[in-house]
């Protein structure tokens, strides 16, 4: 997406520091000098590029999608397959598993929907950010003739944004099969 197209080596550094104090420090601890310093950056940086903090906690936002991009090398023997229900299972486990494996991305994502409550530019850039994903999700689901459609499609972002914040944080998490719950999650909420 954006900052990746850019190519700018200094700045996706910068993102990446960004994530890092976000996920650990909370939205509270990120400024522009503690992503300067998480990303091994000189002092103002971070401030060159994103001026105002809405800036840097929305470019934040746009790199976590960009972290989380699927690996075409798993999803195309997938796109060989005959679309099913077990089908839609193995993606959301590849979602999850992508989720799982980088907590501090979702955690990081966490963190900015929270925040973005209160402030109401980062609520506009964020939201923004949301809806594409989401529609891309749609689009992904409806052109691989998958079963059902955008109504299923936003219970599974519900269901697997609850699973991944149980499994984040305190809770019942971690006492169950991940695995096995998103295949049930599945099952119940798309149908043939």
């Known amino acids: 997406m954006l900052l990746v197209e850019r190519g700018d080596l200094g700045r996706t550094r910068g993102d990446d520091g960004g994530l890092a104090v976000l996920a650990e420090s909370g939205a509270r601890g990120l400024t522009h000098r503690a992503v300067d310093a998480a990303a091994g950056l000189p002092a103002g940086t971070a401030s060159n590029y994103f001026r105002s903090r809405d800036a840097l906690l929305g470019a934040l936002g746009e790199r976590i999608f960009e972290r989380l991009a699927p690996d075409e090398a798993v999803l195309a023997p997938l796109a060989e397959r005959t679309p099913?229900?077990?089908?839609?299972?193995?993606?959301?486990?590849?979602?999850?598993?992508?989720?799982?494996?980088?907590?501090?991305?979702?955690?990081?994502?966490?963190?900015?929907?929270?925040?973005?409550?209160?402030?109401?530019?980062?609520?506009?850039?964020?939201?923004?950010?949301?809806?594409?994903?989401?529609?891309?999700?749609?689009?992904?689901?409806?052109?691989?003739?998958?079963?059902?459609?955008?109504?299923?499609?936003?219970?599974?972002?519900?269901?697997?944004?609850?699973?991944?914040?149980?499994?984040?944080?305190?809770?019942?998490?971690?006492?169950?099969?991940?695995?096995?719950?998103?295949?049930?999650?599945v099952r119940r909420l798309v149908r043939d």
Not at 97 to 120: C, K, N
Not at 148 to 158: D, I, T
Request: hydrophobic share 45%; charged share 25%.
């Open 84 to 185: 099913s229900i077990d089908l839609v299972v193995d993606y959301v486990h590849y979602i999850v598993e992508r989720l799982l494996g980088r907590p501090e991305l979702p955690l990081a994502l966490f963190e900015l929907r929270l925040e973005a409550v209160r402030r109401p530019g980062l609520n506009e850039i964020l939201t923004r950010t949301l809806q594409q994903g989401f529609d891309a999700d749609v689009s992904f689901h409806v052109q691989a003739g998958l079963p059902g459609g955008a109504e299923e499609v936003r219970l599974l972002h519900f269901a697997i944004d609850g699973l991944v914040f149980d499994q984040l944080t305190p809770g019942v998490g971690r006492r169950y099969d991940v695995d096995a719950v998103t295949a049930r999650l």
